[in-house]
Every structure is written in C-alpha cells, then in structure tokens.
C-alpha cells in the first residue's frame, strides 16, 4: 500500500492539484481503513480514488492492488458473518481488476497481485464455495504461475467435482496441436512392459519418460516432461502396486 506521490507526474499542472489532492486524500484514508480491517470503506474509497485516474498514471496499478486486497478482507468478513451469497457478489468485481499500467512488466509486482487471488482462491476454499476458488485460482496463474498456484488449482477442480483445462496448464498449445498420450495402469510383473513395447511397435508411438528422474515411482508424473513431450504420440505404463 504505496502513498499517493505528485512529484512522479500524476499532477502535470495547477489546474490538477486539487482533484490530486482529493484522490490522495481518499488513498490515504483508504490505506487507513483497510488497515484498522474496514473493508467496506475501503472499496469504496479505493474504488473512488481509480475512477479519478487513468491507467497511464504510475500509481494506478498499485491502487487496483489495494483494491483487490480490500475485497478479499470484505469476501473474507462477509463469509464469517453468514453472509455467503454477498460474498460471492463481489467475486466478479475482483476477478475484473487487471493490472493495466506500468507495473505490467514488473514480475514483483505480478506475483503479489496473484498472490492477493491466491489468497483470495484459499478463502472460498475454506467455507466450501470450490468453483470460485477454481476462478480465483486461474486467475492468480494467468497472472504470474507458481508451483502452489498449481497445487491449489488441483486441490480446488477435486473439490469442485470440475476436470482440469488445457488452459490451466499451459497457454502455448491448443488442444488441436496436441499429441496422442496413451498411459497403461496395471500391477507390477504383469506383462505390461511386453504389452507397452508391443504397441510401441505396432504404432509407431514412443515410449516417453515421464517422472521428474530415475528411480521415481513410474506414477509420480512430473508436469515439465508432460509439457515437453506435448506434441508427442507416445505410449506410458504407470505401475501401481
């Protein structure tokens, strides 16, 4: 939560000073309400403070970060008051904040910003609402994608009953460009490496290595070997005991 600055240009001349001085104003007592958790006050001032600026201002990002931070505290203060359905009201209006400005480019900045989602994913998850928490989840990854982003986006699609997307993976393939990936499961000494090199063979399909290194567990999957062999026709026994 960064204090509204004049001298990085957001007031180019006198005639501004006094609508700056009315955004810095709702910035700063926004900063306060969201401190002392007056989430309600908060959106509202921050929500005010944006409609003043243009996206092209150095501290419009960083308001619609406080924004955001504002409406995960008032989700999260509506859910534990009873009210549900008002919670998932404002669901939208978080889900539409995008970082449009300079900070655009900064990967800090991004990765805090779907950081704030992730959390905000981890509070719908908490009182049960799993297809929200699947949104807030994508979002925080088309933003700037981790490893828990992943994690949470998995345990949250199980929760919700939903299948996984091509998108949630990756945005550089398209489902036509996809290969053909046949995965056998079976049991230990079942003949299954025979039934595998016999359709190999047969097909003209590869046998792909798909774990993170050998000695893995031949189901311990690893996502990087899944992305690389994308365009692949391949077969993969996975053992199972």
Excluded at 13 to 25: G, P, R, T, W
Excluded at 33 to 57: G, H
Aim: charged share 20%; glycine share 4%; hydrophobic share 40%.
């Amino acid at each position: 939560m960064k204090r509204l600055n004049y001298s990085i240009g957001l007031a180019d001349d006198k005639s501004n000073l006094n609508l700056y001085s009315i955004v810095q104003q709702e910035v700063d007592l926004g900063v306060k309400a969201l401190k002392r958790e007056s989430a309600d006050l908060a959106v509202t001032l921050f929500q005010s403070a944006l409609q003043k600026l243009t996206v092209r201002q150095p501290f419009y990002d960083h308001l619609v970060h406080n924004l955001l931070l504002s409406y995960k505290l008032l989700i999260e203060q509506l859910f534990k008051t009873g009210d549900a359905v008002s919670a998932n009201d404002f669901l939208q209006s978080a889900l539409n904040l995008e970082i449009r400005g300079e900070m655009a480019e900064d990967s800090d900045f991004r990765k805090r910003f779907a950081g704030a989602f992730q959390d905000l994913g981890l509070v719908f998850f908490k009182y049960k609402h799993y297809e929200a928490s699947v949104l807030c989840c994508r979002k925080a990854i088309a933003i700037y994608s981790r490893p828990s982003s992943y994690v949470n986006l998995t345990n949250s699609l199980a929760a919700s009953g939903q299948r996984a997307e091509l998108a949630d993976f990756t945005t550089d393939i398209t489902e036509e460009q996809l290969g053909t990936h046949i995965f056998i499961a079976c049991v230990p000494k079942s003949a299954s490496t025979f039934l595998k090199n016999l359709l190999v063979s047969l097909t003209g399909y590869r046998d792909v290595f798909m774990v993170y290194a050998a000695g893995q567990s031949e189901h311990e999957l690893y996502l990087p070997t899944l992305r690389e062999a994308w365009q692949l026709r391949c077969f993969k026994a996975l053992f199972r005991s």
